[in-house]
């Protein structure tokens, strides 16, 4: 499994060391008479805590049990990112700041750092996984398309889960407008999302797709065969045309859909209108195809539908965006001008990403 560079997610348990300057406060936060409303609202943005443990053969050493984030995950998508414009606390020595800086020279200007990620691919059904070596390689120019990596699904950009992402970030960046009571160093976020994409029940004008079993075979008017795989099913065709089919689980297998579906409307045109039921209508979105432009493929337009969701889909994706690694945390009576930075900075990116 994927680990950040504190805390390993299958096991989820972080060390405490005489050099843990958030160990006090990390005790504040999780603490069960904590009335500090800052700090109550902190845990939101934090694992889930479950005490501290110490093992067996190590009775002095100390970890603190936090939440596994991808436990509820089928197939889940991680990034870890390293928020801040130092990845150093004020006490460092001069040479803790040389070899922090000389990791990532561009880390004060952008903000962030990458520090490892791994996308599920449902075309291949297998995992592409970076390291912070592929992050501390992304410049000013290249780091927009280095983080959209990660959310795409070998067929499509998940448009759904970065709005999510977008959102969730922007409440952690409300809370730190807010506070002036911990400044943050090299502490990171992560984010982690559902790869298997699981698509709405949808509708497309002449066209209907909904989540339901399907006959193994069903004809077009005019006798024209639907070919398709074990993913989309002919389930009823009507005289006018219209057919109702079911969409199986994964996004990615549309490409069933074969050119001779529509050999028969050279000169009509296909009103696509897609809404989510299951959401009670919150999103809709509609375009139009003719079979000159398509020239017989239908795919390219099916993925802009199907894959390329509009950007006010916020809460349909099943995304976490959780604060992680707290070595370097401390008091302070100031904003955190530096963390602040980065989550803006993320927050354009991210947005860029969603626009283009």
Avoid at 259 to 264: H, L, N, P, T, V
Avoid at 308 to 330: L, T, W, Y
């Amino acid at each position: 499994m994927y680990c950040s560079n504190r805390a390993v997610l299958g096991t989820e348990v972080v060390k405490i060391d005489e050099n843990w300057s958030y160990h006090t406060s990390s005790k504040e936060v999780y603490d069960s008479d904590c009335c500090d409303s800052v700090l109550l609202e902190l845990r939101e943005y934090l694992p889930k805590y479950f005490g501290v443990w110490s093992p067996p053969t190590a009775p002095n050493d100390t970890y603190l049990k936090l939440e596994d984030v991808t436990r509820k995950f089928k197939k889940p998508c991680i990034m870890d990112v390293k928020i801040g414009q130092k990845s150093y606390d004020p006490y460092a020595s001069a040479e803790k700041i040389q070899q922090q800086v000389s990791k990532y020279p561009l880390m004060e200007e952008i903000g962030f750092l990458v520090l490892g990620m791994r996308v599920y691919h449902v075309s291949s059904d297998s995992y592409e996984t970076q390291n912070q070596h592929y992050g501390r390689s992304l410049t000013k120019e290249t780091v927009k398309d280095g983080i959209s990596k990660f959310f795409h699904s070998g067929y499509c950009l998940r448009k759904d889960v970065i709005a999510a992402s977008i959102q969730k970030v922007e409440k952690i960046l409300e809370w730190f407008e807010g506070q002036k009571q911990l400044n943050f160093y090299a502490s990171s976020l992560l984010f982690v999302y559902e790869g298997s994409c699981q698509p709405p029940t949808m509708r497309l004008g002449d066209v209907t797709l909904a989540e339901k079993g399907g006959v193994p075979k069903g004809l077009l008017s005019g006798g024209d065969v639907l070919e398709y795989n074990n993913n989309i099913h002919v389930i009823n065709s009507t005289e006018n045309g219209k057919i109702e089919a079911s969409v199986g689980k994964g996004l990615s297998k549309f490409y069933a859909l074969h050119k001779k579906a529509y050999s028969k409307r050279h000169h009509s045109q296909l009103s696509l209108k897609v809404e989510n039921l299951e959401q009670d209508n919150m999103w809709k979105s509609s375009t139009c195809i003719t079979q000159e432009h398509l020239n017989g493929n239908v795919i390219p337009q099916l993925e802009k539908v199907f894959c390329h969701m509009p950007a006010d889909i916020k809460e349909s994706a099943n995304v976490e965006v959780r604060m992680i690694d707290f070595a370097h945390v401390f008091p302070s009576n100031t904003k955190d001008e530096g963390y602040i930075y980065g989550l803006k900075n993320l927050i354009t990116v991210l947005q860029n990403i969603l626009d283009n």
